[in-house]
């Protein structure tokens, strides 16, 4: 399988940037004690107005966990109505159920030939 990386984008809606940085420091915390996290970090660049997320997996199971555990729709709802625009690129190679959930982020781009990079 492999490990699993995500790379998102995010346009931030200028009003939102200070609380959005708040959640992006949350968030970091919460996914680095989850069990096969390997990275999860932010940036925010001044001049694009935007929110840099990179997080690393040991595999599919351990982002698809990420994604159900509690508490994760509700920043995920909170993220999504302070930006404008996201573009996500999936590198490596999910499982089906995986790839199912990950298509309902909007615009989300798969590379499996990232495979076990």
């Known amino acids: 399988m492999g490990k699993i990386t995500i ?7 200028p009003e939102n940037v200070e609380r959005l940085k708040a959640l992006a420091v949350e968030g970091c915390k919460v996914a680095a004690d989850e069990p096969g996290t390997l ?14 997320l990179l997080e690393t997996y040991a595999d599919s199971s351990a982002h698809f966990s990420h994604m159900q555990a509690d508490g994760h729709g509700e920043f995920m ?3 999504m109505s302070m930006i404008d625009s996201m573009e996500f690129f999936v590198l490596g ?3 089906a159920e995986h790839v199912e959930a990950l298509s ?7 590379y499996p030939e990232f495979a076990d990079m």
């Open 7 to 13: 790379f998102a984008r995010m346009g931030v809606k």
């Open 39 to 52: 990275s999860y970090d932010w940036g925010y660049s001044e001049p694009e107005g935007s929110l840099v």
């Open 77 to 79: 709802g909170s993220l």
């Open 93 to 95: 190679n999910p499982t």
């Open 104 to 110: 309902a982020v909007p615009g989300a781009q798969f």
